[in-house]
Nanobody, 124 residues
Framework: QVQLVESGGGTVQTGGSLRLSCAASGRTFNRYAMGWFRQAPGKERDFIAAINADGDSTTYTHSVKGRFTISRDNAKNTLSLQLNSLKPEDTAVYHC?????????????????WGQGTQVTVSP
């Protein structure tokens, strides 16, 4: 089992950047495929990006390609999401998630472990 804690959210202006982190407990982080999701008020939770356990395969939803970058440091038990060129429509609570399934996963039902989320607000 892994516990996940996000950090790094905040309020930025349009065009700004943030770097989100997800700290994982335990010594088996390198076995987990990881993902980032976000949920805006009144909307469903949406997939953003995913990375496999080794960190050599990633995938992104179309709306963030070229702006967001997912990465991981298995030695530090940390997952990251670099957010650049932020837009007001990126405003949401961002969650990291983990699964022992092999590969990269874009659907939330594939993930068994979730963090509490960190708020990202982008002002016009």
């Amino acid at each position: 089992q892994v516990q996940l804690v996000e950090s790094g959210g905040g309020t930025v202006q349009t065009g700004g950047s943030l770097r989100l982190s997800c700290a994982a407990s335990g010594r088996t982080f390198n076995r987990y495929a990881m993902g980032w999701f976000r949920q805006a008020p009144g909307k469903e939770r949406d997939f953003i990006a995913a990375i496999n356990a080794d960190g050599d395969s990633t995938t992104y939803t179309h709306s963030v390609k070229g702006r967001f970058t997912i990465s991981r440091d298995n030695a530090k038990n940390t997952l990251s999401l670099q957010l650049n060129s932020l837009k007001p429509e990126d405003t949401a609570v961002y969650h990291c998630a983990g699964t022992l399934r092999i590969g990269v996963w874009t659907v939330d039902r594939a993930y068994d472990y979730w963090g509490q989320g960190t708020q990202v607000t982008v002002s016009p």
